[in-house]
């Protein structure tokens, strides 16, 4: 009987073959050699455990159930991989600490916000070779709150982006090559 890999091997193979199709695993593939550090340290043999996964994630620095539970499902695919070869290991539930992402809840500005906002963008202080600072600034955010585009969109916009028509005008590309059409609303001070 062979003695039995080191995790390090062990997260290395599974990095390999899964690169190989395709995968980046940039920084899965840290927390992974990260969390084989941390078993062989531990001086682990044998197959994975729910008890080490979590020993693991409970050992990052921001001991917080989001963290714990990101860390664990960076680990779940390498569990379930590791299960075709060790029938013992065991494959940590996807839910143990929580959901491992959380949506903030979006701030939606009110028109005094707005008008606040666009109003402060105007006293900016023009910088060494940007005297159109106040007014871009003013502009963009402008633009972000009448049209509702992201403001990835709004910075890529181009002369040649735009296609205006009555109230509306046709915009960047968005996600997948298409575009969008922007309906230009006036704010409320302007109506």
Request: hydrophobic letters at 45%; proline letters at 6%; one cysteine or more.
């Amino acid at each position: 009987m062979s003695p039995a890999l080191t995790m390090r091997a062990l997260v290395d193979a599974y990095l390999v073959t899964r690169r190989s199709l395709g995968f980046d695993l940039r920084i899965d593939g840290r927390q992974l050699l990260a969390f084989a550090r941390f078993a062989d340290h531990a001086g682990h043999r044998g197959p994975l455990t729910v008890a080490m996964a979590v020993r693991w994630a409970q050992s990052a620095r921001r001991g917080t159930r989001l963290t714990w539970a990101r860390r664990l499902q960076v680990l779940r695919p390498f569990m379930k991989y590791r299960a075709q070869f060790d029938p013992g290991t065991e494959i940590v539930p996807s839910n143990l600490f929580g959901p491992a992402h959380r949506r903030l809840v979006p701030h939606i500005y009110t028109d005094a916000e707005i008008r606040a906002l666009l109003d402060a963008a105007a006293q900016l202080r023009p910088i060494t070779g940007l005297r159109l600072r106040p007014r871009t600034y003013a502009t963009l955010f402008g633009l972000l709150a009448s049209t509702g585009l992201r403001i990835s969109e709004a910075l890529a916009l181009t002369s040649m982006t735009w296609t205006c028509r009555v109230r509306h005008s046709r915009c960047a590309r968005r996600s997948f090559g298409n575009h969008a059409w922007c309906r230009c609303i006036p704010p409320p001070w302007r109506r």
